[in-house]
């Protein structure tokens, strides 16, 4: 790299070089001076240049930099310089001397000029001053003010500046009496504007949700009670939701000893998927996902409503406990809207022991707090288009993505009053993308 922007630089001194020095004779004889024969060898000059305050980095189509170039006269007698350039050597961005603007200001002037430019291939180079000659007295320094913009379409990388002035010694014969006087070259790295950032999406519009008839107790073995989930839409937009319920108890509920099933649209009962949240231990979900890519997604146009009709039973072996039970209802996402959840009020209840059970002590309600209704946005929106396609390959959906197996012939579930519109159609790999936090969650557990 450093050996790169060695040559680089090189060719950006070669170029500033022959123009200064073949333009040197014509700025001479205005001036008085004796020209250089042609073929003399351009000798080390008693004038240094240092560039001063070079930043390191500039912003294309951001604000212009300042810094100077500062020329000293080391000799005893007085110096001439006819002419002075200012030079970019391009190492390897191909950044063109069109994307550049460079003005300055003269020694002892407060006006800024825009310099002359002269062809360049790439990087870029600007004379200052021309026509006129800048006499330094013996031992003085002439500082130029150099203000730089690049424009917002100059690519990023690393381009080398430098400053190299042309010299006349008038105590020198004709033959010596013409130097060049160069500065150092650094680094100049031109950074890419910055990229707006996207806004943050807009949580999803949320339906209600709530337990109707939910039951109160529960007996171990006993049989199954039924209650209701009931889902409103918003009234101000057509939704796409995925309904849930939770268990939250002092402790987790083995999936294995709880029986939660919901009536599909030909009648039929279907069990609901289980599924944990690492982020809530203790609280047990049910996802109702007909296994059916049709179904699982549920329509609810402005302000309308869909009933579920649920049931619940829990195995012989369930230990007396208290429980607290909530539906959740996601939202489906948008263009421009992230995944959104609402939770219905909890509702407690409680286990008691079958008949013929070792008696445990009485439960105790727990104070666990109803899931919270916000949910992190996992993954991109997927258009409807994608959304009814065919269902996804094991390895698209990864390991713990697990969609339910469709029953023939496929259930969906039932509606009772509402609307009577179909609901729109996902599958599992499609609800992890939409991130659809607990519900996607509750999908898992089963096969794990």
Do not use: C
Not at 176 to 192: E, F, K
Not at 207 to 227: I, N, Q, Y
Not at 391 to 414: I, K, M, N, Y
Request: glycine share 10%.
């Amino acid at each position: 790299m450093r050996q790169s922007r060695f040559l680089a630089a090189t060719a950006a001194v070669t170029l500033a070089s022959g123009v200064a020095v073949v333009e040197a004779p014509a700025v001479f004889a205005a001036s008085g001076a004796v020209t250089a024969g042609q073929g003399t060898q351009v000798q080390s000059s008693p004038v240094t240049v240092a560039l001063g305050g070079v930043p390191g980095t500039v912003t294309a189509g951001g604000a212009p930099v300042e810094f100077t170039a500062t020329l000293r006269n080391t000799a005893d007698h007085q110096l001439d310089v006819p002419s002075s350039v200012f030079v970019i050597g391009d190492t390897g961005t191909g950044i063109k001397q069109s994307q550049f603007k460079l003005e300055y200001q003269s020694p002892g002037g407060t006006q800024w000029q825009d310099a002359k430019v002269t062809a360049a291939s790439t990087g870029g180079l600007w004379q200052l001053d021309r026509p006129n000659v800048l006499h330094l007295v013996a031992g003085t320094e002439a500082v130029y003010r150099l203000r730089l913009t690049v424009a917002a379409d100059a690519p990023a990388g690393r381009v080398a500046p430098g400053f190299d002035a042309v010299v006349s010694d008038p105590a020198l014969p004709p033959e010596q009496r013409v130097s060049q006087a160069m500065s150092g070259y650094s680094d100049l790295v031109v950074t890419s504007s910055a990229t707006p950032t996207a806004p943050a999406p807009t949580p999803a519009a949320t339906a209600e949700v709530r337990l109707d008839g939910m039951p109160t107790t529960f007996t171990a073995g006993g049989e199954a009670k039924p209650f209701k989930l009931v889902l409103t839409g918003n009234r101000a937009k057509d939704l796409r939701v995925l309904p849930a319920i939770v268990f939250q108890g002092a402790t987790e509920l083995p999936s294995e000893n709880v029986k939660f099933e919901f009536r599909t649209a030909d009648g039929g009962w279907l069990e609901g998927t289980p599924g944990s949240n690492s982020e809530h231990p203790g609280w047990l979900y049910f996802g109702l996902r007909t296994g059916d890519k049709n179904a699982d997604v549920l329509a609810l146009p402005k302000g309308g409503s869909r009933t579920i009709e649920v049931r619940l039973s829990f195995t012989r072996d369930t230990p007396a406990t208290a429980q607290t039970l909530a539906a959740l209802v996601g939202s489906m996402p948008g263009e421009g809207e992230s995944g959104s959840e609402a939770s219905s009020p909890k509702a407690d209840f409680t286990i008691t022991a079958a008949a013929g059970s070792t008696p445990t002590p009485p439960p105790t309600f727990s104070a666990a707090p109803v899931p919270t209704a916000s949910l992190p946005s996992t993954g991109p929106v997927v258009p409807v288009a994608e959304v009814t396609s065919a269902a996804p390959s094991p390895a698209a959906v990864g390991p713990q993505a697990v969609t339910a197996a469709a029953p023939a012939p496929e259930p969906r579930l039932a509606s009772t009053g509402g609307t009577t519109a179909q609901p729109m159609a996902i599958t599992g790999a499609v609800a992890i993308a939409l991130g659809v936090g607990t519900l996607v969650v509750a999908r898992r557990r089963r096969r794990i």
